[in-house]
């Protein structure tokens, strides 16, 4: 939110610096997004302070607003804007606009005047000016009113043309599908039902809560205009304004949710300023408010505030400050007070908000520090985090580069099991992934143009799914992972492939399981530990489940001397064509404890042993001794199987 300070003050009646007041609105909540500039115009000029609008405050977003907070946190009057205080003129009922609305469940409010006889021009240079230094460019004096008052207030307006009118009236409705509306800005947008429309005579208009048409924009042949000021449903603000990529600052406004009750000193405001600077006539119209709002009373106990912030605030105090914050109270004793929440308060909802209110208001700076007298608490820490972080350590150490790639993902039509979001920013990246592998694959193409060949990553994250077609909580699920990209572009796909099982090697090695086999399963390579899978394994990554590696981590790791060294040992078998090794190495490796690991290399030897056979490759790495006692034991193990040994 940026905040003219020469405009500020116009409201809050105080001499300091603008870098003394971004302190104090800091103090506030609102921390300066960029650093203070000036703006300046001819004979008119400001410093500006744009300001960092985290919290769900409705009346941040405008000027009025914040200078309420500010002039609370200064303990000095706050000063309301001049409105129309004067009676609306009668107008016959063939002059009226008449609002109808079909779609009560988008439109909580349309409140509208009528204005006659009114000369439109340039504005005037304060009026541009603080436009301008704010972000918005003048166009001519109704439409810089209306975007005055929006920014003055935070209750977005608009202006159009009766002139344009084919018919005297406003239906507001769902839009139909294959309509179309042209925008102020030129820009034409196909609509659907999801949308909801400001109609004249049959045709859109305005859409609704988003953007005006150019259809009855308001220019300098302009003498009559209807003025409105609304209120709708803000979700389908939101969605609507993100699914056509409007994002604009009435946009901004309705997407917090804005009182109903704001129209009132929006349009009272608009008046008198349209009256000053444009003429004419106002003239009463119909305000469509079939539900109105009621008043939010809450209760504050004043031992609650002391509970929260450990300092002893004075009762008297703590109403000063609530009444400075618009508060009303209602009734009130020495225990707690009953006060009635401003309209504009929407963001108020249960006793700690306003707690914070007073410790805000009161400065956050002051509540005491001390030390802490009791034992610090119990580390609450999800195991699992731990583990990943213990997970990330072993991949760095195995030479591997971590990457977080985006989980939102192009959505494919044809997998039932991935979750679409309803709200995504981008159509295009509407799906959440059900894969890491994608991710990091893209990840790989930046490091080939940097002409890196040896490309080792990992990723720890989530991947998401779906079972079934309700949209119940139940039904969703994410899996926690370690996805691993392994691939040099100098090497075989076969070379990669072996690269790849032996850094899977290292990773569990370092995490002490070392039972695991590879099983090829469903045409897939499934890595096992028992029955549990762990996770599967291709030629260039694998994946792993974390919390099924946190499951069978924990075997002790075994002890080498200092004094023995690795050896290596090949054996080669002749088995059949589909013959799957996963199990037979498995079995193997119990057989010594010295044996550290076994690769396996397929070799096709189809002149030397035939086309239904294979020449399985076993590579034993074992700890230094003899191994020719293994190696009989071995060879007995590979006869049961059925297995020959070649020599």
């Given at each position: 939110m940026k905040i003219p300070v020469e405009w500020l003050k116009e409201y809050v009646n105080i001499k300091k610096s603008s870098a003394e007041i971004g302190k104090a609105f800091t103090s506030i909540g609102l921390m300066l997004d960029k650093p203070i500039y000036e703006y300046k115009g001819q004979g008119y000029s400001t410093e500006v302070l744009d300001l960092e609008h985290r919290m769900d405050r409705s009346d941040w977003l405008s000027v009025l607003g914040c200078a309420r907070d500010l002039a609370a946190f200064e303990n000095v009057p706050l000063k309301y804007p001049d409105t129309y205080i004067g009676e609306l003129r009668e107008s016959d009922e063939s002059q009226k606009v008449p609002i109808i609305v079909e779609c009560p469940d988008l439109v909580n409010r349309f409140n509208t005047v009528i204005f006659k006889n009114i000369r439109v021009g340039e504005s005037p240079e304060w009026l541009k000016y603080r436009l301008e230094a704010y972000g918005i460019a003048s166009i001519n004096n109704i439409v810089d009113i209306t975007n005055y008052v929006m920014v003055e207030t935070g209750q977005p307006m608009h202006a159009q043309d009766l002139a344009k009118f084919q018919k005297r009236e406003i239906l507001i409705r769902r839009a139909r599908k294959d309509?179309?509306?042209?925008?102020?800005?030129?820009?034409?947008?196909?609509?659907?039902?999801?949308?909801?429309?400001?109609?004249?005579?049959?045709?859109?208009?305005?859409?609704?809560?988003?953007?005006?048409?150019?259809?009855?924009?308001?220019?300098?042949?302009?003498t009559e205009i209807v003025l409105d000021a609304g209120n709708y449903n803000q979700i389908n603000i939101r969605k609507s304004s993100r699914r056509c990529k409007i994002q604009n600052e009435t946009v901004l406004r309705?997407?917090?949710?804005?009182?109903?009750?704001?129209?009132?000193?929006?349009?009272?405001?608009?008046i008198k300023l349209i009256l000053e600077n444009a003429g004419g006539e106002v003239y009463k119209n119909m305000d469509w408010y079939p539900s109105?709002?009621?008043?939010?009373?809450?209760?504050?106990?004043?031992?609650?505030?002391?509970?929260?912030?450990?300092?002893?605030?004075?009762?008297?105090?703590?109403?000063r400050i609530l009444k400075s914050l618009e508060y009303k109270i209602l009734e009130e004793n020495n225990t707690e007070i009953k006060l009635q929440v401003p309209h504009f308060r929407t963001d108020v909802a249960v006793e700690d908000d306003l707690v914070a209110d007073v410790l805000r208001i009161n400065?956050?700076?002051?509540?005491?520090?001390?030390?802490?007298?009791?034992?610090?608490?119990?580390?609450?820490?999800?195991?699992?985090?731990?583990?990943?972080?213990?997970?990330?350590?072993?991949?760095?150490?195995?030479?591997?580069?971590?990457?977080?790639?985006?989980?939102?993902?192009?959505?494919?039509p044809e997998d039932k099991t991935q979750v679409i979001l309803e709200n995504a920013i981008s159509a295009e990246k509407s799906g959440l992934r059900t894969e890491g592998?994608?991710?990091?694959?893209?990840?790989?193409d930046t490091y080939v143009k940097h002409k890196i060949k040896d490309i080792k990553l990992f990723e720890i994250g989530k991947i998401y799914s779906k079972i079934g077609t309700q949209t119940?909580?139940?039904?969703?699920?994410?899996?926690?992972?370690?996805?691993?990209?392994?691939?040099?572009?100098?090497?075989?796909?076969?070379?990669?492939?072996?690269n790849t099982v032996r850094l899977l090697s290292t990773v569990m090695r370092d995490l002490g399981i070392v039972n695991y086999r590879i099983d090829y399963l469903d045409g897939k390579s499934v890595i096992l530990v028992d029955e549990d899978t762990l996770g599967e394994i291709r030629h260039t990554d694998f994946n792993l489940l974390?919390?099924?590696?946190?499951?069978?981590?924990?075997?002790?790791?075994?002890?080498?001397?200092?004094?023995?060294?690795?050896?290596?040992?090949?054996?080669?078998?002749?088995?059949?064509?589909?013959?799957?090794?996963?199990?037979?190495?498995?079995?193997?490796?119990?057989?010594?404890?010295?044996?550290?690991?076994?690769?396996?290399?397929?070799?096709?030897?189809?002149?030397?042993?035939?086309?239904?056979?294979?020449?399985?490759?076993?590579?034993?790495?074992?700890?230094?001794g003899s191994f020719s006692q293994t190696k009989e034991k071995i060879i007995e193990i590979l006869g049961t199987e059925g297995l020959t040994v070649r020599r």
């Open positions: 309509e179309k509306i042209t925008t102020l800005l030129g820009e034409v947008i196909e609509l659907n039902d999801e949308y909801f429309v400001l109609t004249q005579d049959g045709k859109p208009i305005v859409l609704g809560g988003i953007v005006g048409g150019i259809s009855t924009a308001v220019d300098n042949k302009t309705y997407d917090k949710y804005l009182n109903p009750k704001l129209t009132e000193l929006a349009l009272m405001r608009a109105p709002t009621a008043d939010k009373n809450m209760v504050l106990r004043y031992d609650r505030v002391s509970r929260l912030s450990g300092m002893q605030i004075e009762p008297e105090k703590v109403k400065d956050y700076a002051n509540i005491p520090v001390s030390f802490i007298k009791n034992s610090p608490p119990k580390e609450i820490t999800p195991e699992i985090y731990n583990f990943e972080e213990e997970l990330r350590e072993i991949c760095v150490r195995a030479g591997m580069h971590e990457h977080i790639s985006d989980p939102l993902v192009q959505p494919n592998y994608s991710g990091l694959e893209n990840v790989s119940k909580l139940e039904n969703f699920t994410e899996t926690r992972i370690l996805e691993v990209y392994n691939k040099n572009i100098d090497l075989s796909l076969k070379e990669n492939s072996g974390t919390e099924m590696l946190l499951k069978h981590r924990g075997q002790p790791h075994r002890i080498i001397s200092e004094y023995r060294v690795v050896k290596t040992e090949d054996i080669s078998v002749i088995v059949p064509k589909a013959y799957k090794s996963g199990p037979l190495v498995h079995r193997l490796k119990s057989v010594d404890n010295n044996i550290i690991d076994i690769h396996c290399l397929i070799e096709e030897l189809e002149s030397l042993i035939g086309p239904e056979s294979k020449n399985l490759l076993l590579k034993f790495s074992y700890l230094g």
